[in-house]
Each structure stands twice: as structure tokens, then as C-alpha cells.
């Protein structure tokens, strides 16, 4: 059982930067590939990006692309989302999630474990 806990949610204004974490622990985080997520009030949950087990491979919405940048440190079984030049619609509370194996995968369904999530606010 994998359990993902998210920190470094907030409030900041357009232009601003956040970068949160999520610490894992209950399994072997290097053979996980990791995803954030997002769901604003309203709205289904969605993809924001994804990272590989080793790192070397990642992937983002067109919407977050370019300002957004996903990182994991296996040593210290965390993720990392860097959110810079935030705009109001990137209000949402952020997942992250996990699944053992290969490869990029961008839904909901295909992820097995996911954290309690946080709160990211804009204010414009």
C-alpha cells in the first residue's frame, strides 16, 4: 500500500510561483511513475503532468506546458510540481498519484494510489 501525501498548496497572485511536493512511502517509490493532477470546483479531475520511474521522461497538458515543471528526487521518494507564472484557471486542488509501471499515461483510471491532495488558489 502506497500512501502519497501533498504539501506547498497556497494562496498567490497572478504572475506567482508555488512548487509543491509529494512525499510516498509504503513502497518502492523508483519502480512508480508518478502524475499530478488537478480538479477545480465543478470540474472533473485532470491531467497536469507526468514523470517516469528513473526521471528521464516527462509530460504536461497544453495548458500548464512551459510553466509548469514536474522533478522527483527517488532518493528522498518525493515529487515536485514547480507552477510558475500562475494564472487564475490553475485554481484547483492539485492530486498527485502514482502507478507501477512503464510509460506515460495521462487519465485518471490508469493511476492506483493518490494523495489527499492541495489546495492551489490565484487570485487575479
Known amino acids: 500500500q502506497v500512501q502519497l501525501v501533498e504539501s506547498g498548496g497556497g494562496l498567490v497572485q497572478t504572475g506567482g510561483s508555488l512548487r509543491l511536493s509529494c512525499a510516498a512511502s509504503?513502497?518502492?517509490?523508483?519502480?512508480?511513475?508518478m502524475g499530478w493532477f488537478r480538479q477545480a470546483p465543478g470540474k472533473e479531475r485532470e491531467f497536469v503532468s507526468t514523470?517516469?520511474?528513473?526521471?528521464?521522461?516527462?509530460y504536461y497538458s497544453d495548458s500548464v506546458k512551459g510553466r509548469f515543471t514536474i522533478s522527483r528526487d527517488n532518493a528522498k521518494n518525493t515529487v515536485y510540481l514547480q507552477m510558475n507564472n500562475l494564472k487564475p484557471e490553475d485554481t484547483a486542488v492539485y492530486y498527485c498519484?502514482?502507478?507501477?509501471?512503464?510509460?506515460?499515461?495521462?487519465?485518471?483510471?490508469?493511476?492506483?494510489?493518490w494523495g489527499q491532495g492541495t489546495q492551489v488558489t490565484v487570485s487575479s
Open positions: 509504503g513502497g518502492t517509490f523508483s519502480t512508480y511513475a
Open positions: 514523470i517516469t520511474r528513473g526521471g528521464s521522461t516527462t
Open positions: 498519484a502514482s502507478r507501477p509501471s512503464i510509460g506515460i499515461r495521462t487519465t485518471t483510471r490508469e493511476y492506483d494510489y
